[in-house]
């Protein structure tokens, strides 16, 4: 029980009736790190969170603060601190006093609240609004007012639910790194519950997806992206193209395959899993791995590179971002990521284009 | 008014602006009809009347006499300001007890229940004030319920006489308003979002300073409101306090009924019924001071 790890959750499960919300999650969280826990809503993840800040009691397992067990410990008595959904700030008090809320809670003097509240405002870069309402602020100021509450507690762990939902979509990237900067400079642990894979995988250290109130892969950001372990952490984080099929040939942890649609594909096993000779895979492929060409090129298509040739059926232009929808021989829509020059060679809907993309990247996984 | 109309009717046809401004009036109508006829108008003649004085059969001076007699008989304003003390007991009372119910009823009760609790509430609107004091009585007097079955059980050896003593009054008095200090706190706490309380909590305070610096401050409005409306009803109230309290519960309201009707002395009636209407709202300005709020945060939001 070494104290390295800000917070230990061992086989932490809760019941509701006989809804099971967590089963049995276990996980450890090192020092200073920024943790994230990804995940469909109602997967549990809010649960998970309650629990640890003590709104709701563990039905089994057992939750480490700092290596000791807060199980029997009030939520008021816990140093583990928490930025609400909407924030909560409260709207009867001043910035000053929301933030001087909980030193006043702790009996700490005057003095002292004075001196940390302004250090606290000073170093989420907010010195001069300390007088000012609730209701004066913009909705990234409230954001940073309500991690300072909890930080001027110097907690040791900050719990995060979905803070960012309620912001709009250029104000929440601009959280999204701001976040990840305010957490190195109070070089405390963070936990972020998020639904949205973006913000999880710009902020954190490590990333748990949970799924039915299961955790399905804990990893780095990149692990989970390139190696995923399950279907479910395939096909949730990052865009995909999908097919079921079934196996043809197994040689180590290639298989070839035959999909739904009629395509033959060459693909690896993940998740150390195996495949069996007509056994059922689901299989993914992101649009970034598939190569476009135009038809009329006289290209080869390299040994064991998977090809199909298929015909443009709509452009969704994104900037860099931009991407084609392909209706491929099974009549499928498979989609592809282009880079669009605005020039004449850009390609265009009703193109015929040959697609190639490399079984390395054909991530399978037994259905 | 006329500045505000036009910004309304800006970019309208001419056609449309009359039919606007015609269902503005129509709407309207009603409302100022109501203020002028039963408010306005009753009021300047119950000031006029309260301003004269008799000197022959038939013949009125302007006078103050009837306000100079308020203030030189002690009995008078002893019994404005018995009436004013025992109406803010009262109210805080009802405040005491409201709130936990308030509370339970907006936080805590389920959805399905929380309709059913407040329909609860509002049962006892169904029978009228004077039902309601006769159920006390029935309940209260020498022979009623509670004596016959304190005697009963061989508690007490004698009837006991529980009407016609401040604390029957106050109770009945609890019972009749409470109802209106319940419904505006319901309201104002239904809105406070309950990760409010768990972040009190969260930051490191206990129950009673969740209580004391989030949940009162955050229902103020509808504490302020709720006493406000609860006090006014106390103060002016004439049913409850005669038919507990007996002839002598000395409240405001018995002395200018008896004023008008059984002395036939309007004069001092009208001054009297003015000098009510002063000294509540004097209160309610006073509370509205003290807590930092104003009618239109409060009243006019519940």
């Known amino acids: 029980m070494s104290a390295e790890f800000d917070l230990e959750c061992l086989s932490v499960s809760k019941n509701f009736g006989s809804v099971r919300a967590v089963q049995d999650v276990s996980f450890k969280i090192p020092k200073g790190s920024f943790f994230s826990i990804l995940g469909p809503s109602g997967c549990g993840k809010t649960t998970l969170m309650r629990m640890i800040a003590g709104f709701e009691d563990p039905s089994s397992g057992d939750i480490h603060i700092k290596g000791k067990s807060v199980l029997n410990t009030a939520p008021n008595k816990r140093n583990v601190k928490m930025v609400f959904q909407h924030l909560a700030l409260f709207p009867m008090m001043n910035v000053f006093e929301n933030i001087a809320y909980g030193l006043r809670c702790r009996g700490e003097s005057t003095s002292e609240i004075n001196r940390k509240v302004h250090d606290v405002l000073e170093r989420i870069a907010l010195p001069d609004v300390g007088k000012r309402e609730i209701h004066q602020l913009s909705g990234g100021q409230k954001q940073r007012i309500a991690i300072a509450r909890c930080m001027v507690l110097d907690p040791d762990v900050l719990l995060l639910d979905e803070p960012l939902g309620a912001l709009d979509l250029k104000l929440r990237e601009a959280m999204k790194i701001e976040l990840k900067l305010l957490q190195h400079q109070f070089d405390t642990t963070f936990i972020y519950i998020t639904h949205d894979q973006s913000e999880a995988l710009v902020m954190s250290d490590n990333v748990a997806i949970m799924n039915d109130g299961r955790f399905e892969q804990v990893g780095t950001p990149q692990e989970l992206y390139h190696d995923p372990r399950t279907a479910f952490v395939a096909g949730f984080v990052g865009d995909n193209n999908h097919w079921t099929g079934k196996v043809e040939g197994v040689s180590g942890d290639r298989v070839t395959l035959l999909t739904q649609t009629g395509l033959n594909m060459s693909g690896h096993m993940r998740g150390s899993m195996q495949a069996t000779q007509g056994g059922n895979l689901t299989l993914y492929v992101r649009p970034e791995f598939i190569k476009t060409r135009k038809a009329d090129a006289q290209t080869e298509v390299s040994d064991g590179d998977n090809s199909l040739t298929g015909k443009i059926d709509s452009l969704l232009f994104n900037g860099a971002n931009s991407r084609i929808l392909v209706r491929g021989p099974g009549q499928e829509l498979i989609e592809a990521d282009i880079v669009l020059t605005g020039g004449t060679d850009d390609l265009k809907p009703g193109d015929a284009v040959h697609l190639t993309w490399p079984a390395e990247q054909t991530m399978c996984f037994a259905a | ?302």
Not at chain 2, 215 to 226: E, K, N, Q, R, T
Not at chain 2, 255 to 261: A, C, D, G, K, L
Request: charged fraction near 10%; charge should be neutral.
């Open chain 2, 1 to 302: 008014m006329a500045c505000g109309t036009d910004h309304v009717f800006r970019g309208l046809n001419p056609m449309q602006k009359d039919i606007t401004r015609l269902s503005f009036i129509l709407l309207f109508a009603p409302f100022a009809l109501w203020i002028v006829l039963l408010i306005v108008l009753p009021h300047i003649g119950m000031v006029i009347i309260s301003l004269r004085e008799k000197v022959a059969p038939r013949v009125y001076e302007f006078s103050f006499a009837q306000y100079i007699d308020f203030v030189q008989e002690p009995i008078y304003w002893n019994t404005l300001l018995r009436t004013g003390s025992m109406s803010l007991l009262v109210t805080v009372l009802a405040l005491i007890i409201g709130f936990p119910i308030a509370y339970y009823i907006a936080k805590i009760a389920g959805k399905r229940s929380k309709g059913a609790l407040f329909l609860l509430c509002l049962i006892p609107l169904w029978v009228s004030d004077l039902i309601r004091a006769f159920g006390w009585i029935l309940l209260l007097r020498e022979t009623g319920v509670v004596s016959t079955a304190l005697q009963k059980t061989g508690l007490v050896s004698q009837p006991i006489e529980f009407l016609y003593n401040d604390a029957t009054v106050i109770m009945g008095l609890v019972y009749t308003v409470i109802l209106f200090m319940i419904v505006p706190l319901v309201s104002t706490l239904d809105g406070m979002d309950d990760a409010m309380v768990e972040a009190g909590y969260n930051l490191g305070g206990n129950g009673p300073t969740v209580l004391r610096r989030i949940i009162i401050p955050y229902a103020m409005p509808g504490i302020v409101s709720g006493c406000i409306v609860v006090f006014m009803l106390t103060a002016g109230s004439y049913l409850t306090p005669i038919l507990l309290g007996g002839k002598n519960s000395s409240w405001f309201t018995e002395q200018i009924y008896e004023q008008f009707i059984s002395r036939y002395n309007w004069e001092s009636g009208a001054a009297f019924g003015f000098l009510l209407l002063f000294f509540t709202s004097l209160v309610v300005w006073l509370g509205l001071k003290l807590s930092g709020q104003t009618l239109s945060s409060t009243v006019a939001k519940s």
